[in-house]
């Protein structure tokens, strides 16, 4: 399709002439619950302004038929005035209303008005997600964050259904078996923050109110969603605590009352991010209602999603970036919210900073040592551009840079410069000056050097310690190395580490100070005895790689489980994970120092990351000769723990999923086998749904499991997830069959949704099937330009990123990747830029395979 595009300097001409007074959208949604049903009926009626009468501009919209354009009442001709992407008009006079009639599509693929029926009971189940482009997949709009108006909606649907969408709805009429919904009309918002939630849902609903500081009470109701289905298993009254505790916190912190009125949340089907902070109706994937036991990592995972999407409201909605550069400012912030807020607000969550330093940061880091890094702040040209930048730099980089600003200029400074930003720019659009001036403020602090540093460049700062003692064994010296691109100025804690009574490692000293420049002189710490640890970066108040002296290094080799504080040992494992992808510690080194401390990881969340990581190491990061070996002892190491961990516990329930990621042998599959048949059991750990096909998918991936098997275990479990499984554990069986029929399910047609390609490529691309997925590496290279040019780009990205050829750590494969970039220096940037990461991957894996075989 042509112009799907959008540009930059497309929407900078078009918002210098436009103003929009507001957009009514009439949606008919009856048909949906027909499968043969293709589209839907969209009107709009766009009321806008023009500076420059006789100008003419477009409306973007994505639809596969457009009846009627009409422009202040002269009826255009849908077939000259539409191109498939836009329709254009022109002359323009200073008030134009503009209607635009079209068949609209239902999706599959997640992207505009996503359509699923749910196999338990048939039920039909629609949302919309936009961000940041498809709201012109729904109706008529000028799809640029800038041009924000009020959005009134009607929807007509199915009678028996509920319809949600960002305001409350004001009028409901029922008229044989449809009904239609009329909706308030919103704030003034952006396009991609629009939404419509529709279907069958089960609702679970609440109330918030508080007073305010000038004596009014804020009412907002409160209402929780997801299927009907799924009823069972939601814990709403565990989502909406989260929620009130919330919406107390921001309400203090921001001084701003929450200004979308009520406060919908919806758990919607085939959903690909995590959630979407639609102003007052926000979605979620569904994952996020808990079928099956998980750990409370998973608990903690879903709250600080749940805040996130909260501080939103504020950052983000009520104040929006003018364009994708800009994105950092709503994403940067809310992912340090979501985790500020979870200890901040008093929810059970305490240890959200360890799981940030832990998780968020190594998505961070790693996304920063690519070639394609970016500053925080970016350059985005288009919507491609903005689509790829919903990445590890603008969410994780950016908090953790804030945390930093936050350590650098003091917390109330900060805070009162979101009060102030939300103050001045209320239903307005932002861009990093309008932000600064107001932290200059606040601070009194001259924040351009800093910005500058930490904002508009690109790349990670390593800091490195360097101890000298004397005879003695005191401290002469210690100092802090920087390097790695633009130096900065860091505000850091070093903490020195010694064995206490118990033998515990436990902080004896910190010192707190500015590292600036590539040497920065410790003073305080001359003359104190040499500490067994020196850890950089405690408290993880900076943004950096951490290195080690080599004596710490001996101490965390033979103690790192001992260190007693969760966010220092957090730090110690983040450190020697960042050693190993850097080629600097053997893999085999890192998998031992799992095997050794793991067993006593007190915090459910990193310990799952160690497992992820550790096989990781094995897979891609082993030497090959050593491959097998690793494998068995990770899973001798898991089926270890898997007995000694505390019956019923979370750890028992990771060490039980970590054992079916790396069974290998008879002894470890015969006994998934024996869990699943009920023959074997091991005390207290509960075989439930989702433990079940974690154990079909080890057996399915060794071989070991046949197709009538997994129908019946679908047969059990004929739902959303048990579909996806199934689909995943097909596509895992190692035989060239089963990766035949997944590779042309996902490439030759795009009949499967969204989920079943994801369950596709996953169950596809099982790192052990590496001599049987090496056939598929000359194909990808060939099909990517096809993909990119005929799919959804998020499909298109998910294939990209999927079936890249990343178990194949050869030079080889590297030599092709390396071949099909020069040869196609052309190719659209943003699928460069996929295949630029993925070959990135590629190269540091046989960078670290080489340091394995030492
Ligand atoms: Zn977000």
Redesign the pocket.
Known sequence: MPGKNLSRDEAQQRASILTVDGYRVRLDVTSAPDPAAATFRSTTTIAFRCAEPGASTFVDLLAPAVRAVTLNGRALDPAAAYDGARVHVDALAAENVLTVEADCAYSRTGEGLHRFTDPVDGETYLYTHYEPADARRVFATFEQPDLKAPFTFTVTAPAAWDVRSNAAHEQVTTEGAARTWEFAPTRPISSYLTAVVAGPYHVARDHYSRTLDDGTVLDIPLSAMCRKSLAPYFDSDEILGVTKLGLDFFHEQFAYPYPFGKYDQAFVPEYNIGAM?NPGCVTFREEFVFRSKVTDAAYEGRANVVL??MA?MWF?DLVTMRWWDDLWL??SF??FMGSYGLVGAGTRYRSAWVTFANQRKAWAYRQDQFPTTHPITADIRDLEDAKLNFDGIT?AKGASVLKQLVAYAGAEAFFEGARRYFQRHAFGNTELADLLDILEETSGRDLKAWAAAWLQTAGVNTLTPQLTADAEGRITELAVLQDGGVLRPHRIAVGLYDRDADGALVRTARFELDVTGARTVVAEAAGRPRPALVLLNDDDLTYCKVRFDEESLQTLRGGLGDIKDDLARALAWSAVWNLTRDALMPARDYVALVLRFAGQEANIGVLQSLHTQAKGAVDLYADPAWRGEGGRLLADGALRELRAAAPGSDHQLAWARFLAQTANGSEHLGLVRGLLAGTARIDGLEVDQELRWALWLALAAAGQAGEDELAGELAADNTASGRRQHTQCLAARPTPEAKAAAWSAVVDSDELPNALVEANIAGFAVPAHRDLTALYAAPYFKLLERVWAERTIEIAMRIVGGFFPQAQVDEATLAEADGWLSGHPDAAPALRRLVLERRDDLARALRAQACDRG
Request: glycine share 10%; charged share 50%.
């Open positions: 902070e996130h999407e939103h983000g709503k994403e809310a992912d969410y």
